[in-house]
């Protein structure tokens, strides 16, 4: 029996970027290659190389390997048809000029040494690996996180407000530990003001637990002064209760409920429209008590459901007409999710008893029929949700955020369909083979709207800064919806 799996990646020097990125598509791929629980790779060659067909080794060690014994088993490594890999050290790393070039290395390696993609003992090996380690591993990370935003200027974009500020308030709460907390409530104390000069303002609804959490009201006041000022925010034309076209702002002076008649002949809508209206209405709405910015939210979502949704399918497609989804884009799973995202948002913070809650629940109903007919057999989801998996990757951020939000429409009552507690187990067994150190492969990076399928077939894969809050917010939301299946 072969006691070695067929790729051998030693250890390198140091951890450099780009060594890692090679080690992380090859786990996206589900190529089998050994590792310790905590992720650690071998330092050395094993005493028997029998049954390895390819060995990568960081070239910032080929003097340890250029001579002596070392160099003899490589040679006759070599010799009996093994590939021996030195990953280049300059391969640009992060976004999608890294996602390309290490792909097709990659891909070059696994066809030149015959190795197996979709191993069942690698899947097996990554999803044996402890909750708790993986928790452990990502608890405490927000700082870390935060800090990278702002070094790029980015205070309040999707991964701050939707990933690293609301994890941290909510495991400060799951764990019982406050401090873990305290970097978001530092990073709203510096740089709400930078909502002036962000039209994606996601994690607003926070501003409400930082007042209530330090007595300190005037980022919610700025808020409210920012979209009372832009009335509407944001300065986008309307048709009827639907904002249009995200890149078009209205100008002063114009009346955004008539707008001209080349808008009118070419009125779209996409889903991330949602997270701005959704999350910042519903706050502004929760905080000065006036129905009307909650009540502007609800009627958008709800008419945007009616642009959007395909009900052959049951899903969002990415941009849609006043008459349906223009077919020309595609239902990318992100996108899905944004729309989601904004829904989750206004059943957070609306009232009980509001009148279109039912309304709301029933979207989520809706798009679950759609989800669960393209799941993956590995419990993913495509970054094309209806694409073949020949054709599309899975996305482990579309699949985090389902996760996030569906197990948490099952805690909280808002959707109580028996299917979501299965659906969402089989998600975090395929999300845990997209894990790697701590942080989430696999992950789809953002795509404008576009009308042409190829446009979001082609998104490159990254591994997000905030991934490690995207592991944890996940893993807390299926601990809430086990206790109440076991409850």
């Known amino acids: ?24 598509q090859f786990v996206d791929v589900g190529v089998h290659f050994p590792f310790a629980d905590d992720y650690a790779l071998p330092r050395g060659l094993p005493s028997d190389l029998a049954g390895i067909r390819c060995v990568v080794i960081d070239p910032a060690r080929r003097e340890e390997f250029s001579q002596g014994p070392l160099a003899a088993r490589l040679i006759e490594f070599e010799r009996g048809g093994g590939h021996l ?4 050290p300059n391969t640009p790393t992060g976004g999608a000029t890294g996602d390309l070039i290490v792909r097709h290395s990659v891909a070059r390696i696994i066809n030149t040494a015959g190795l197996p993609m979709g191993d069942p003992a690698m899947i097996a090996r990554l999803q044996e690996v402890d909750d708790a380690f993986l928790v452990g ?9 935060l800090g990278q935003y702002v070094r790029m200027r980015h205070y309040f974009p999707e991964p701050v407000g939707m990933w690293a500020m609301p994890t941290a308030i909510e495991a400060a709460e799951f764990f019982g530990e406050p401090a873990l907390a305290d970097p978001v409530w530092a990073h709203i104390a510096a740089y709400y003001p930078q909502c002036d000069h962000q039209p994606d303002r996601h994690g607003t609804q926070h501003f409400l637990d930082y007042a209530e ?5 005037k980022p919610l006041e700025h808020l409210v002064a920012v979209c009372r000022a832009s009335n509407p925010w944001p300065r986008l034309w309307r048709k009827g209760d639907v904002f249009l076209n995200c890149d078009l702002h209205v100008p002063d002076g114009a009346d955004a409920d008539h707008p001209p008649e080349i808008v009118l002949r070419n009125a779209w809508v996409w889903p991330e429209t949602n997270l701005w209206i959704g999350e910042t209405y519903a706050t502004v709405s929760r905080f000065t008590g006036e129905a009307r910015w909650l009540d502007r939210a ?16 049951a899903l969002y497609w990415h941009v849609g007409r006043p008459g349906g989804p223009d077919l020309r884009s595609a239902p990318w799973a992100r996108g899905d999710s944004h729309f989601l995202w904004g829904v989750r948002s206004m059943l957070n913070l609306m009232p009980e008893e509001h009148p279109k809650r039912r309304d709301l629940c ?13 799941q993956g057999a590995d419990g993913l989801w495509l970054n094309v949700l209806d694409a073949s998996p020949s ?23 808002w959707l109580r369909d028996e299917r979501i507690p299965p659906m969402v187990e089989r998600a975090w067994k395929g999300l845990k083979t997209k894990i790697w150190d701590g942080r989430f492969l ?6 404008s709207h576009g009308l042409n399928r190829q446009v979001y077939l082609s998104r490159p894969h990254d591994s997000m800064r905030c991934c490690r809050s995207a592991i944890l917010s996940a893993w807390m939301e299926i601990q809430k919806m086990r206790g109440v299946t076991k409850g």
């Open 213 to 217: 959490k330090t007595g300190d009201r």
């Open 137 to 145: 591993a990502c608890k405490g990370s927000t700082a870390d996180e």
């Open 391 to 413: 054709d599309s990757r899975p996305c482990s951020s579309a699949s985090s955020q389902f996760v996030r939000i569906y197990a948490r429409a099952y805690a909280r009552g």
């Open 1 to 24: 029996m072969n006691p070695n799996p067929p790729l051998l990646i030693l250890s390198p020097a140091s951890p450099t970027a780009a060594y890692t990125q090679y080690i992380r």
């Open 442 to 447: 696999a992950w789809c990076v953002g795509t």
């Open 85 to 88: 890999f030195w990953p280049d």
């Open 362 to 374: 029933g979207l989520l109903g809706d798009h679950l029929e759609g989800l669960l007919r393209v």
């Open 298 to 313: 609800v009627a958008h979502v709800l008419e945007a459901h009616r642009w959007l949704f395909e009900p052959k399918t």
